[in-house]
């Protein structure tokens, strides 16, 4: 086993990963005792990395198998499995920030993809932070009757929901086909792997909870967004140059932070990886 140093960086969410160059091979400890880790943090931090885009797949896949995006014309050229974020995409004039408000990865998908990851390719001066919020620990204290009141409780999350607090990047007619029947998720979902119960919300695309007037189900995930959203379940990523991070979308939502300078470039390698139906 290589040896190499796992810090957390809050006392619930995240930890830093020094010590290892992704691009040389990983022998099986080490990928075993790197997903130990992404487990119980949630977020894998990994520092001074340099990826070409096919070294950053080959690295991603010590965490699992690759899970297509949605949208098949977003990616970096002559690499249509790997895709980005950028700042300069306009939709009807308007600049669209992927990920502004807090959300999970492709949940409208009946297996939503367990990880997401990103890799910082050219970052602005200052700003542009990744914020994550713990939802193991939003659970755990939520009141008993709330959890009594969810525990069961499935939502329809379709692609984009007419109730989204912001609307989605351009999808090709060609990818609206491809896209699966909405999910129907339950609002508390159990980690296959750490065994903690979690919230499972996201504003974006949930559009009904089943058996729920739309008025009564808007104000309860209004209720949890609030509850989960609290800063005391944050870890709030300050991205360096060389930074690989990979988070479990079954712990924590996460939301990019549109505060920075558009004149600078914000461009990141995003993969994720196939999960489960959350149950
Ligand atoms: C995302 O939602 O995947 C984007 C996050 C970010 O750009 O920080």
Redesign the pocket.
Known sequence: MTSFTVTPLTEHTGAEVTGLDFREPVDADTGAALNEAFFEHHVLVMRDQHFSPDEFKAAVRLFGELQPHDKKEHHIPSHPDVSY?SNDEFVNGRRII??ETF?T?HSNHPRPPKA?T?FAVELPSSGGD?QYVNMHDAYDDLPQATKQKIDGLKAVHAYLSKYSPRPLGYLSEESRRNLPPPGVHPLVRTHPQNGRKALFLNPVRMESIVGMEDDEALALIDELMRHATQKKYEYRHKWRHGDWVLWDNRSVM?Q?NPDYDMNERRY?Y?LMLKGEAPA
């Open positions: 974020v992927p990920g959300h990865d997401t990103l990744t996460h990019a990141l995003r």
